[in-house]
């Protein structure tokens, strides 16, 4: 069934969910600070309105992709935001920003007569244009599986992840805490075997058919890195941001992560020498500058 869905945040993900919205026949009300980002979508068939809360007093539903735990709290209950528009009863966070904004958010909400649902997802860029995410969903039951044929155009991997907002966000942060410290490893390994003279095509080629593979290996060392384009689509930044949040809801649950925390320093120390704004797969080439190797010229000093 065709809806009227508000969509705020064009980004990286937000831009290439929207399109596949719009090819599932349905109408996007949209907005982005970013006049850019705002006009591709206009172009692939979303309407603009001139803020959020002009989205939310038309739009029932409106779906938020946004980069920071501030942002959210901004565009769902700052001046000019989402609770400010009166169609507004559902509103679904898509962006990784924490359980306790997620909760924050839906306590404002929630006067208004408005249903929070907190639904992070993971899988990239590749997997937002596809439509393969996971989307880890938390919240309303009820609504949940109303909006549930809406998520299933962005994701793949549906889950609904418990009743209490937050969970999502949770669990998002779980996964991305692991996803982040194994790069970080996978980094230090590489540099390690390129520095001793492996093929670096040959030995991630052979770690991806082996015990020590992962989403990392798979799919930062094997095409961004190795291609030296270190164009995955997700900014360091933004890691380090998940990793922060997981690490300090591991604080309040009184618990120590002494590998994850060390691999959260390694990410600071990286972006303290380049751009935040630099791809996570930058990483690795902050880690060959330490180790004074590179995994392409490991290559052709072999030759
Ligand atoms: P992005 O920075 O590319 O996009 C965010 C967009 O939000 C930008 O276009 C920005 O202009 C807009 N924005 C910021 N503040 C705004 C405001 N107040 N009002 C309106 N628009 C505003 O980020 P992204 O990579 O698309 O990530 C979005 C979220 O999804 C983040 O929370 C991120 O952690 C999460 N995420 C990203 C990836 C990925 O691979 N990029 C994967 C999974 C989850």
Same mark, same amino acid.
Not at 42 to 64: D, P
Not at 126 to 139: Q, R
Not at 182 to 207: F, H, Y
Not at 231 to 256: P, W
């Given at each position: 069934?065709?809806?009227? *869905?508000?969509?705020?945040?064009?980004?990286?993900?937000?831009?290439?969910?929207v399109?596949?919205?719009? &090819?599932a026949?349905?109408?996007?009300?949209?907005?982005d600070?970013?006049?850019?980002?705002?006009?591709?979508?206009?172009?692939?068939?979303?309407?603009? #309105?001139?803020?959020?809360?002009?989205?939310?007093?038309?739009? &029932?539903?409106?779906?938020?992709?946004?980069?920071?735990?501030?942002?959210? #709290?901004?565009?769902?209950l700052?001046?000019g935001?989402?609770?400010?528009?009166?169609?507004?009863?559902?509103?679904?966070?898509?962006?990784t920003?924490?359980?306790?904004?997620?909760? %924050?958010v839906?306590?404002?909400?929630?006067?208004?007569?408005?249903? %929070?649902?907190?639904?992070?997802?993971?899988?990239?860029?590749?997997?937002?244009?596809?439509?393969?995410?996971?989307?880890? %969903?938390?919240?309303d039951?009820?609504?949940?599986?109303?909006?549930?044929?809406?998520l @299933?155009?962005?994701?793949?991997?549906?889950?609904?992840?418990g009743?209490?907002?937050?969970?999502?966000?949770?669990?998002?942060?779980?996964?991305?805490?692991?996803?982040?410290?194994?790069?970080?490893?996978?980094? &230090?390994?590489?540099?390690?075997?390129?520095?001793a003279?492996?093929?670096?095509?040959?030995?991630?080629?052979?770690?991806?058919?082996s015990?020590?593979?992962?989403?990392a290996?798979e799919?930062?060392?094997?095409?961004p890195?190795?291609?030296?384009?270190?164009?995955?689509?997700?900014?360091?930044? *933004?890691?380090a941001?998940?990793?922060? *949040?997981?690490? @300090?809801?591991?604080?309040?649950?009184?618990?120590?992560?002494?590998?994850?925390?060390?691999?959260?320093?390694?990410?600071? *120390?990286?972006?303290?020498?380049?751009?935040?704004?630099?791809?996570?797969? &930058?990483?690795? #080439?902050?880690?060959?500058?330490?180790?004074?190797t @590179?995994?392409?010229?490991?290559?052709?000093? @072999?030759?």
């Amino acid at each position: 069934m065709s809806e009227t *869905l508000g969509f705020i945040g064009l980004g990286a993900m937000g831009a290439p969910m929207v399109r596949r919205l719009l &090819e599932a026949g349905h109408r996007v009300l949209a907005h982005d600070l970013n006049a850019v980002a705002l006009a591709a979508a206009v172009s692939r068939g979303a309407e603009a #309105r001139g803020g959020t809360a002009a989205v939310a007093a038309e739009a &029932e539903t409106v779906l938020v992709s946004l980069p920071t735990p501030d942002a959210v #709290r901004q565009v769902a209950l700052g001046p000019g935001g989402l609770a400010e528009g009166g169609a507004l009863r559902l509103y679904v966070d898509l962006s990784t920003t924490g359980a306790r904004v997620a909760q %924050a958010v839906a306590a404002g909400l929630a006067p208004r007569g408005v249903v %929070a649902l907190d639904a992070p997802v993971s899988g990239g860029v590749a997997g937002a244009e596809a439509g393969t995410l996971s989307v880890m %969903a938390a919240g309303d039951r009820a609504a949940f599986d109303r909006i549930r044929p809406v998520l @299933e155009v962005i994701g793949a991997n549906t889950v609904f992840v418990g009743d209490k907002v937050g969970q999502g966000q949770t669990l998002k942060l779980v996964n991305n805490l692991l996803a982040a410290t194994s790069w970080a490893a996978a980094c &230090e390994v590489l540099a390690m075997g390129a520095k001793a003279g492996l093929d670096p095509e040959l030995m991630v080629g052979v770690i991806n058919k082996s015990s020590g593979r992962s989403f990392a290996t798979e799919r930062f060392a094997a095409g961004p890195v190795l291609s030296r384009r270190f164009d995955f689509g997700f900014r360091m930044e *933004l890691m380090a941001k998940d990793m922060r *949040l997981a690490l @300090e809801e591991a604080e309040a649950l009184g618990l120590v992560m002494p590998t994850c925390s060390a691999a959260k320093l390694l990410y600071g *120390l990286a972006m303290a020498q380049g751009a935040p704004g630099a791809d996570v797969t &930058e990483l690795m #080439r902050v880690t060959e500058g330490w180790a004074g190797t @590179e995994l392409a010229a490991a290559r052709r000093n @072999e030759a």
